[in-house]
């Protein structure tokens, strides 16, 4: 499947504190992308990370990429309360389709 | 630019009814994807648009869902008859190039609920 999977499912933090969400996938890929969604809310893309990259900023996220292990982690720095929302990693492969998992619920308490 | 819309945004209806939503991408975006999205989950596809090809439809339950896609532009989704299992949310996305290559852009989405 070409689904990634977003661990933990639920992180609650404190503002200030960092956050770190994983995703884990099976088949290779050309790049992977990352995706917050607020609540009644469409996607918004965040980052994407070609395969052949390790690591990639933008701002308070840092997204790196180890395709040995089939996985990425997504890091926000300085948490603030309006990063609450689901986040949700996207794999894609040539001829894939972006297909979402379930994603990981940040709280973040003022 | 303008994003991708997408109409109505609330929708209630009886189950067995038929109800269509529509949507239209960013201009000049050749890809154009349907997903479906129950509460407390992902969003699921069920549909993409390569242009006014399909490319995938394996998730859409084409018993009773139906989409189209007018001159590679606007598209439409349909489901003729509702069922409860049908209440959830409609994402509407395009991206410039093909799947995955460059980043997608979502609608606000449309509300379903069947009672």
């Known amino acids: 499947s070409q689904q990634g999977e977003e661990d933990p499912q639920a992180l609650s933090i404190q503002e200030g504190e960092n956050a770190t969400m994983n995703c884990s996938y099976k088949?290779?890929?050309?790049?992977l992308q990352w995706y917050r969604q607020n609540s009644g809310r469409g996607l918004v893309h965040l980052i994407l990370?070609?395969?052949?990259?390790r690591e990639k900023h933008s701002g308070r996220l840092r997204v790196t990429l180890d395709t040995s292990k089939k996985s990425s982690s997504l890091l926000i720095t300085a948490s603030r309360a309006a990063d609450t929302a689901s986040y949700f990693c996207?794999?894609?492969?040539?001829?894939?389709?972006?297909?979402f998992g379930q994603g990981t619920e940040l709280s973040v308490k003022p | 630019e303008a994003g991708v819309a997408q109409s109505p945004r609330y929708k209630i209806i009886e189950k067995r009814q038929s109800v269509a939503f529509w949507c239209n991408p960013i201009?000049?975006?050749?890809?154009l994807y349907w997903y479906q999205q129950i509460l407390g989950q992902g969003p699921k596809l069920l549909i993409q648009?390569?242009?006014?090809?399909?490319?995938?439809d394996s998730q859409l339950p084409k018993d009773r869902f139906s989409a189209e896609r007018l001159k590679g532009v606007d598209s439409t989704l349909k489901i003729q008859p509702a069922k409860l299992e049908d209440s959830a949310v409609y994402l509407c996305?395009?991206?410039?190039?093909?799947?995955?290559?460059?980043?997608?852009?979502f609608g606000q989405g449309t509300r379903l609920t069947v009672v």
């Open positions: 996305a395009s991206s410039l190039l093909g799947t995955g290559n460059t980043e997608a852009f």
């Open positions: 088949t290779s890929i050309n790049n």
């Open positions: 990370i070609r395969s052949n990259e």
């Open positions: 996207a794999p894609y492969n040539q001829g894939g389709k972006l297909i």
């Open positions: 201009s000049g975006h050749a890809t």
């Open positions: 648009f390569q242009n006014n090809g399909v490319v995938d």
